[in-house]
């Protein structure tokens, strides 16, 4: 094992990549210093960086008609446009409703239309990745919150952590990405179908389970009446 100090305060490396149960996707590694420029890409991952590796490194390299699957990072979920909320001009919410083919009386009030809004709003929001990827051809698909287990290069990045990990004797950055780009080599399609099969079996677990989840949760609701009288509380305890 090497040892476990850390290299320097604040150094860290940007690592992205991509792919599928037929491996890594070909030219699509990008690694690069935090907070320094490397040609296009500079400081930290944002929403610029990441959609320019989408345009350059990704998109190029990938088979007609892929799916793209997303965790929730924020730079993956960049709106186009804003959506008005509740402080919004009533200028504003009226544009927005009009822009989407929403009927309302231009009579309303601010709150009202924010009503309006607030049940629509969802069909309409449009990301800037999907925006891209859909000019290619692609369709994107989000995971849920906090659920890493579905995203099988989770366990890839796992892999590759614990090899630089064992390996980083020298403490140096430049040894640490000469490690990534070793094991990102020796990581091929066997280990990537496995991994796929991984979050496959969660996803069907997770699904097995759902509805009697939520069948307990249902058991667990309290139900409050509009009076705070303690004796109009009750618990559901539906079969």
Known sequence: MGLKKPINKGERLIIVHAGSEKGFVPGAL?????????????????????????????????????????????????????????????????????????????????????????????????????????????????????????????????????HVSSQNVAMNLTKVKELVENKVNSIGPEDWKKVVEHAKKCEAEFMRWEHKIDGWIEKLLIHVSDSSDSDDMQISDSD
């Open 30 to 162: 990008l690694i690069y210093k935090a907070s320094q420029s490397t040609g296009d890409y500079h400081d930290n991952m944002n929403k610029s960086n990441f959609e320019q590796w989408l345009e350059n490194r990704l998109i190029p390299n990938l088979n007609p008609k892929t799916v793209l699957v997303l965790d929730n990072a924020a730079y993956h979920n960049t709106r186009v446009s804003q959506i008005p909320n509740s402080n919004s001009r009533k200028a504003d919410m009226q544009a927005w409703l009009t822009k989407n083919g929403i009927s309302f009386d231009p009579d309303l009030l601010r709150p009202e239309l924010y009503e309006i809004i607030k049940k629509n709003k969802f069909h309409h929001i449009e990301y800037s990745v999907d925006k891209i990827m859909s000019a290619h051809g692609h369709v994107v698909l989000r995971l849920p919150p906090y659920h890493p287990d579905f995203n099988p290069i989770e366990n890839i990045w796992a892999q590759i952590k614990g």
